[in-house]
């Protein structure tokens, strides 16, 4: 099992950039894929992007593509999310997750979620 905490969410202003960062709990942290999701108020959480247990594969949603990139450390158990050219429509409470190494869209395990919000 791992336990996953999120940080780095916070509000700014459209155009501008965040960093996500999500802790890793336990000893097999390379051991899982790992991944991003949002959810906006009154929506569905909605898959962001997703990493390989070794960082050689990533995936992206569309609407995110070009501007946001996850990577990992494995040294230090986190995983991150870079965001770019904000926009209001990003605006939601970030989600971390944890699956079996081979998952392209992991929910085994999740964060409690970190609150992003964009002005206009």
């Known amino acids: 099992q791992v336990q996953l905490v999120e940080s780095g969410g916070g509000l700014v202003q459209a155009g501008g950039s965040l960093r996500l960062s999500c802790a890793a709990s336990g000893r097999t942290f390379s051991s899982y894929a790992m991944g991003w999701f949002r959810q906006a108020p009154g929506k569905e959480r909605v898959f962001v992007a997703s990493?390989?247990?070794?960082?050689?594969?990533?995936y992206y949603a569309d609407f995110v593509k070009g501007r946001f990139t996850i990577s990992r450390d494995n040294a230090k158990n986190t995983v991150y999310l870079q965001m770019n050219s904000l926009k209001p429509e990003d605006t939601a409470v970030y989600y971390c997750?944890?699956?079996?190494?081979?998952?392209?869209?992991?929910?085994?395990?999740w964060g409690q979620g970190t609150q992003v919000t964009i002005s206009s």
């Open positions: 990493i390989s247990w070794n960082g050689g594969n990533t």
């Open positions: 997750a944890a699956g079996p190494r081979g998952s392209v869209v992991p929910t085994d395990y």
